[in-house]
């Protein structure tokens, strides 16, 4: 079952960019309310300090009484940063995250595995995100995390990613067979997959190879759309607006449906409030088409 879901909007708010997270708090009946106006039936975890209690509970419980299930906690830093006490930093606020998704109820905390530079690891890409020390070091992190937090319903997951060990089908059942464990969890973004014409023109494919592998696994989901741009030589590949792109959504929601456990699909990175409400429209009635309630 497919559980749709997005940012909500408040005087003010800002639509959070790639790598920013989604920093909308306050009041918790508000908040939930807001999204069930929206007709959203999954949410981003609002941005709460994990030593907040009363406040979690009262969240877990406002989501809970509007029948919207919490998707994701996301920690969105380099888990690789090359400074030994920036690094120490991330992954200590990593196991915070990962114990406010557990305590709050949601399905996963995620970050994506970064970069080894210091700083943006979402934009600063070098060759050695794609060795075999990235791999193992991938593996030993989502080991140190489960293993500290020792989550019961909450999964900790790396966001695929086109620019590290995350950037295929194949890589992420090889973390999956290495981590060994319960509660390590697959966060499918299809987009993140298209990473060359070839996957461009086949991404409802990608899809169907991802469930095949992992489909158990999978615990949240990002939608987005993706363009190629023409005429030119080189490839560049650009996010945009849900429908203007050539991702096969009604095969990748064709397969998250299919999945045995209730699935967030998170829309995300478009400009505003007007942007996600035109890319819901558009995402329920492939809905609709394919017979599928989100």
């Not at 509970?57 to 400074?83: H, R, S, V």
């Not at 999964?155 to 620019?163: L, Q, R, S």
């Not at 992992?214 to 987005?224: P, Q």
Request: charged residues 25%; negative net charge.
């Amino acid at each position: 079952m497919i559980r749709l879901g997005g940012p909500v909007f408040f005087k003010d708010t800002k639509a959070a960019g790639p790598g920013e997270s989604y920093n909308v708090s306050g009041d918790p009946v508000l908040l939930a309310r807001k999204h069930k106006e929206k007709g959203f039936t999954a949410a981003f975890v609002p941005k709460i300090n994990v030593n907040n209690t009363d406040l979690i509970k009262a969240t877990k419980k406002a989501f809970g009484d509007e029948n919207i299930i919490l998707a994701e906690a996301g920690y969105w830093e380099n888990l690789l940063d090359t400074d030994g006490e920036t690094r120490a930093l991330h992954r200590s606020r990593m196991i915070e995250t990962l114990v406010l998704a557990e305590e709050i109820g949601a399905c996963c905390a995620v970050d994506i595995l970064g970069s080894y530079c210091h700083g943006n690891g979402n934009s600063k890409h070098v060759g050695l995100n794609f060795s075999d020390e990235a791999f193992e070091e991938a593996v030993e992190m989502a080991r140190y995390f489960l293993d500290t937090v020792k989550p019961k319903t909450a999964f900790f997951a790396y966001e695929m990613f086109p620019f590290d060990i995350t950037d295929s089908a194949e890589n992420i059942e090889r973390l999956i067979r290495a981590v060994d464990r319960r509660q390590f969890g697959v966060h499918l973004d299809l987009v993140n997959l298209v990473n060359c014409p070839r996957a461009y023109f086949t991404s409802g494919e990608i899809a169907k190879d991802c469930i095949r592998r992992f489909g158990d696994k999978i615990v949240s989901c990002h939608v987005k759309d993706i363009k190629m741009k023409e005429p030119s030589i080189s490839v560049i590949l650009e996010e945009v607006l849900m429908g203007t792109g050539n991702i096969d959504l009604k095969t990748y929601m064709r397969q998250v449906e299919g999945l045995s456990r209730p699935v967030p699909f998170m829309m995300e990175h478009l400009k505003n409030e007007e942007e996600y409400d035109i890319a819901a429209a558009f995402i329920r009635n492939a809905g609709n088409e394919l017979g599928i309630k989100l």
